[in-house]
């Protein structure tokens, strides 16, 4: 596997359901992200791990729980979502440190379904 | 409050046809401004980060360039495989992480 990977792609969920969406990078960062994308709208950030440490939670609903157990892997916990919450998570990372490059690679994102 | 405001919304180019996206900004300490294809149903590709004004990057048919205001991506003689959404988005310099501000895109369709 290279670059950064999602799973599922697609999930349909119940709002009573509990489910989690996976992310794996395998490009040696030490930043990981997750950012909700809606039609129209630009793309918004949730949550950034540094060092497997959150230091961003942009006013998420606690319904939305981020897990990063180490720099490659980052989990989004889903319970009891809304059907506004329908939308495509993209999991991005990058370096944080310098010297290096800042820019931020994506996951092909897991497109979301709240019934 | 960081912005990123991106025009026009969607373009209709012949192939063929040159043209540009422009990309304005207002950020404090900007530390890079990037650009990004994504095509529907994906994530965002990484395509050039720019870091002060005056640089010029360039891959194929696109040319990125940067003032201290704006980015504008300039597509030379498009073709149909071209059609995409372009990201533009911000970075500003602060220590730890790195905060990006994106803006809503232009949606590019290149006609046949």
């Known amino acids: 596997e290279t670059g950064v990977t999602q799973t599922p792609r697609h999930l349909v969920m119940g709002m009573t359901n509990k489910k989690s969406l996976k992310c794996e990078q395998h490009l040696g960062h030490n930043a990981m992200y997750w950012y909700k994308q809606s039609a129209k709208k630009p793309l918004e950030l949730m949550f950034v791990y540094s060092l497997e440490e959150r230091v961003e939670n942009n006013s998420v609903p606690s319904r939305f729980s981020p897990e990063c157990p180490n720099s490659s892997h980052l989990f989004l916990h889903l319970h009891t979502l809304q059907p506004e919450d329908s939308a495509l998570y993209l999991c991005?990372?990058?370096?944080?440190?310098?010297?290096?490059?800042?820019?931020?690679?994506f996951g092909p994102g897991t497109r979301l379904t709240v019934t | 409050e960081d912005q990123v405001t991106q025009s026009p919304e969607a373009l209709r180019l012949q192939e063929g046809e040159s043209s540009s996206l422009n990309c304005s900004y207002t950020?404090?300490?900007?530390?890079?401004l990037f650009w990004y294809r994504q095509d529907p149903g994906k994530g965002p590709e990484f395509l050039f980060t720019l870091y002060s004004a005056g640089e010029e990057k360039e891959k194929e048919r696109l040319k990125a360039t940067l003032t201290k205001k704006e980015s504008f991506l300039h597509i030379t003689a498009p073709k149909p495989e071209d059609s995409a959404t372009y990201l533009c988005?911000?970075?500003?310099?602060?220590?730890?992480?790195?905060?990006?501000?994106f803006g809503t895109g232009t949606k590019l369709q290149v006609i046949p």
């Open positions: 988005a911000v970075q500003k310099g602060s220590g730890g992480y790195q905060k990006v501000t």
């Open positions: 991005a990372s990058s370096q944080d440190r310098p010297p290096g490059r800042y820019e931020q690679y």
């Open positions: 950020v404090s300490g900007l530390r890079g």
